[in-house]
T-cell receptor
Framework: SAVISQKPSRDICQRGTSLTIQCQVD?????MFWYRQQPGQSLTLIAT?????????ESGFVIDKFPISRPNLTFSTLTVSNMSPEDSSIYLC???????????FGSGTRLTVV | GNSVTQMEGPVTLSEEAFLTINCTYT??????LFWYVQYPGEGLQLLLK???ADDKGSNKGFEATYRKETTSFHLEKGSVQVSDSAVYFC??????????WGAGTKLIIKP
């Protein structure tokens, strides 16, 4: 199965600033997903990112707040813009399986906004 | 729409006890079903999966059977260990290949 390198692993940011999270995959994948996991909660899908097309955002998430890039089949970034303390969460990227394996996840970015 | 319902936690058991974590789903068709585990301070790991009705997924002593009659995918283990303490998530694959998650069940195993 694919291996994902996600960074940064954690960051503490000032409100009003932006943070870009990167995910690098060791193989070419068509579909990548970005999730948010708030403390003690389940995962919520932010958007689906396919190479060569605009990301598809879920209800409650907008491109101006969470712009996503997908320049090729092995890389994607998620930016959390104009941050507020409510954005404090763990952000995870994931790729869909190409074979019989399950979905693979990055190790997550723990974001704290102060 | 698609949804996943898990039993609420935390679930607290003694070592060597039998474990069941209930998971039921609502979906059109027969989606693939998954159990993921998140150990303290670690990332999400696939525990097991099933892709069609009556399939049984198994791994590390855990099992779950895809039951279309009851739309369930309950997680079971015959004898839990302290090292099984974690949060367990049930999920199904949606029509756009995204995962739809249950709320998660925190499992605490006491020695």
């Amino acid at each position: 199965s694919a291996v994902i390198s996600q960074k940064p692993s954690r960051d503490i940011c000032q409100r009003g600033t932006s943070l870009t999270i990167q995910c690098q995959v060791d193989s070419q994948v068509t579909m990548m997903f970005w999730y948010r996991q708030q403390p003690g909660q389940s995962l919520t899908l932010i958007a689906t990112a396919n190479q060569g097309s605009e990301a598809t955002y879920e209800s409650g998430f907008v491109i101006d707040k969470f712009p996503i890039s997908r320049p090729n089949l092995t890389f994607s970034t998620l930016t959390v813009s104009n941050m507020s303390p409510e954005d404090s969460s763990i952000y995870l990227c994931s790729v869909a399986p190409t074979g019989r394996e399950g979905y693979t996840f990055g190790s997550g970015t723990r974001l704290t906004v102060v | 729409g698609n949804s996943v319902t898990q039993m609420e936690g935390p679930v607290t058991l003694s070592e060597e006890a039998f474990l069941t974590i209930n998971c039921t789903y609502t979906a059109t068709g027969y989606p693939s079903l998954f159990w993921y585990v998140q150990y303290p301070g670690e990332g999400l790991q696939l525990l097991l999966k099933a892709t069609k009705a009556d399939d049984k997924g198994s791994n590390k002593g855990f099992e779950a059977t895809y039951r279309k009659e009851t739309t369930s995918f309950h997680l079971e283990k015959g004898s839990v260990q302290v090292s099984d303490s974690a949060v367990y998530f049930c999920a199904l694959r949606g029509s756009n290949y995204q995962l739809i998650w249950g709320a998660g069940t925190k499992l605490i195993i006491k020695p």
